[in-house]
């Protein structure tokens, strides 16, 4: 009978302690967020891309008076980006990517990019408390330390520039300081991942645009081209490059990501590799699921020739039965751990892809969580000088590299003269 009356008291203890594990589990976890915080208050947190330029056009038409930017939550399908969770993120500097689609005409391409950087630059000024633009590494210090967000801006696509390095020096003069090499489709001048390569890399002409940016202070960024136009590139590259929204391929098999024999290149040139947030990039349980989706699809389409009606009802009825995996914020740090383990945190960074994708790991829904993601990090035994190098002295240092390589060369070397017509057939 005393043992039947001490078995309340027992578990009345074991219920405490449980409690007190969980709110000490509960503190900690706050306890690293408010640690993440304070980093990313002392550093710029430097992310690599954002595409919410695009969305203005695609949404409003670039008009502000339709979609103020103090709140995109408005909107039926809202925005992952807007100024007062760009604060909450703790965002310090900010590539705003000028995309274009791939596939329009090289001609309306450059004009289209044009608007694009006009909107960064009006975005600028109509919000001068929160924004500044920036062209140095000097400068994103000095916007961040005024507590305004660094605005850098970021072609993506050398489609943009239609064969013609007079017009990559225009945008540079427009303030363009990286250019992703191709988006999804191969150029004439360099293959892309995203398209049949034509070239095994960068043609002869490629290997000019490449060094012409070096002599202008452009970033090369690698994110969208294959590992042949990799290698090239960080090969005739005599400043850092950078990747602004790509992964580790050896976590995730997408050929958007890095293999690992291209990041031991990175040390090389002192590059970086800004992780991004792309849920397909991120997990490859969810790469393979697509993959699968799209074959039964094409089985189904092969099967019922003719009858969309057919096909849309068997690939729904697969989808339903087969349960579509999520990413999430762990496994965007797995990438993080495995760039480190290959290479070391000095050439990781942080590239989200907000407004460039339709839907985000869980945990990273919009702009204001980046300080999950170091809180996630600190987790995991990252210092906070470490977190302090992927948050934004990483890209600072990878800013200075190029921007040293570029004052030597305009001292040595007068603007490339060479047209695609004298190097390629």
């Known amino acids: 009978m005393q043992t039947l009356k001490l078995i309340p008291l027992v578990l009345l203890i074991l219920f405490q302690a449980s409690c007190a594990g969980a709110q000490m589990t509960a503190d ?51 925005m992952h980006t807007d100024i007062p969770r760009l604060k909450e993120g703790r965002v310090g500097a900010q ?31 109509r919000y001068p408390d929160e924004f500044e633009m920036a062209y140095t590494a000097d400068d994103v210090e000095r916007i961040f330390d005024d507590g305004k967000i660094a605005s850098l801006i970021g072609m993506e696509g050398g489609h943009s520039i239609a064969n ?38 960068l043609t002869e002409f490629g290997e000019e645009v490449i060094r012409e940016m070096n002599r202008l202070g452009m970033m090369v960024d690698l994110s969208h081209v294959t590992p042949e136009t990799m290698k090239d590139a960080i090969e005739i590259s005599e400043a850092p490059v950078m990747f602004s929204h790509s992964n580790a391929r050896a976590i995730s098999g997408h ?38 989706r799209n074959a039964y699809r094409e089985k189904i389409e092969s099967l019922y020739p003719g009858q969309p009606d057919s096909i849309s009802t068997k690939t729904d009825a697969w989808i339903s039965e ?57 987790s995991r035994g990252y210092t906070e000088d ?26 040595e070397e007068e603007p490339s003269e060479t047209l695609i017509s004298d190097v390629e057939d």
């Open 164 to 201: 013609s390095l007079a017009v990559l020096r225009s945008f540079h003069r427009l303030g363009a300081r990286y250019m992703t090499i191709t988006h999804g489709r191969t150029l004439d001048w360099a293959d892309a991942a995203g398209d049949e390569p034509q070239h095994g890399g």
């Open 386 to 411: 470490e977190l302090e190098k992927i948050a934004g002295l990483n890209m600072l240092r990878v800013m200075r590299g190029m921007e040293e390589v570029s004052e030597r060369l305009q001292a």
């Open 28 to 78: 900690s976890d706050e306890d690293r967020r408010q640690q993440a915080i304070e980093i990313l208050e002392r550093v710029p947190l430097f992310d690599g891309h954002n595409d919410a330029p695009y969305q203005y056009r695609n949404r409003v038409g670039y008009k502000f008076s339709e979609l103020d930017f103090y709140d995109t939550t408005q909107l039926e399908n809202p």
């Open 95 to 125: 590539w705003w990517s000028v995309y274009v689609p791939a596939g329009i005409p090289e001609d309306e391409a450059v004009k289209r990019t044009m608007e694009q950087i006009d909107f960064v630059y009006r975005m600028a000024e």
């Open 255 to 292: 050929p958007r990501n890095v293999p690992d024999d291209v990041l031991r290149m990175l040390p090389e040139e002192d590059g970086i590799v800004m992780v991004t947030f792309v849920e397909s990039f991120t997990s490859e349980e969810l790469r393979q699921w697509y993959a699968e």
């Open 322 to 378: 087969n349960e579509q995996p999520k990413s999430t914020l762990e496994q965007v740090a797995d990438h993080i751990d495995h760039i480190k383990n290959v290479v070391g945190v000095d050439y990781i960074g942080i590239g989200g892809d907000y407004d460039g994708v339709s839907s985000l790991p869980l945990g990273l829904e919009d702009v204001s969580t980046y300080p999950a993601l170091f809180a996630e990090l600190l």
